[in-house]
């Protein structure tokens, strides 16, 4: 069974910095990594994806603040958060998808707030 955990979540202030962090279980290198949100009483959304060639796609909310990488020889994703505003709020999960084939992590809150 894959498993995908996230960590570095937390509670910042606006204008403030996180870095999430995803490892999975298994090998990373031929997957399309993402990181997806969900806001209280919203849908979960896309924020970023990575291919296994570096290419990255973002959501136009996040776009000019958010970066995301892959470590493949970690089996991991990254997800550099600057510049947060108190609609970043949410519950952000990594997910793995392998040729269609998607598994998710349970996801770490972050909370902008002053």
């Known amino acids: 069974q894959v498993r995908v955990v996230e960590s570095g979540g937390g509670l910042v202030q606006p204008g403030g910095s996180l870095r999430l962090s995803c490892v999975v279980s298994t090998r990373t290198r031929l997957a399309t990594m993402g990181w997806y949100r969900q806001a209280p009483g919203k849908q979960r959304e896309l924020v970023a994806t990575i291919t296994r060639d570096t290419s990255t796609n973002y959501a136009d909310s996040v776009k000019g603040r958010f970066t995301i990488s892959r470590d493949d020889a970690k089996n991991s994703v990254y997800l550099q958060m600057n510049n947060l505003k108190a609609e970043d709020t949410a519950v952000y999960y990594c997910?793995?998808?392998?040729?269609?084939?998607?598994?998710w992590g349970q996801g770490t809150q972050v909370i902008v707030s002053s």
């Open positions: 997910n793995r998808d392998l040729f269609g084939v998607v598994e």
